[in-house]
């Protein structure tokens, strides 16, 4: 059963699969901040705003990147993604 209060890209999304595995404690981390947090939580999330906006977000982009939305999209952009 789907829990409601899990960010609705979890299936698909490489940082809640553990795509950091040399890193466990982030990727618990970051589920437990943004992924598992609610609307509040996914909401902060960089990953979560340029999906939105974008539908996909690169693999390479952290939770919390110091890169806004914006900044990511136009790397996208100029990158023909
Ligand atoms: S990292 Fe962000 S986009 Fe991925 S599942 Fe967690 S909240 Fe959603």
Known sequence: MVDSNNCEKTEKCPI???ILQS???LTQT???LFCE???EGKSKCKRYQVARIMG???PN?????????DEIIEKMKAQGL
């Open 37 to 39: 947090s609610g609307s």
């Open 56 to 58: 996909v977000c690169p």
């Open 23 to 25: 890193n466990e404690i």
């Open 16 to 18: 809640y699969s553990g």
């Open 61 to 69: 982009i952290l939770p919390n990147t110091h890169l806004t939305a």
């Open 30 to 32: 970051y589920k437990k």
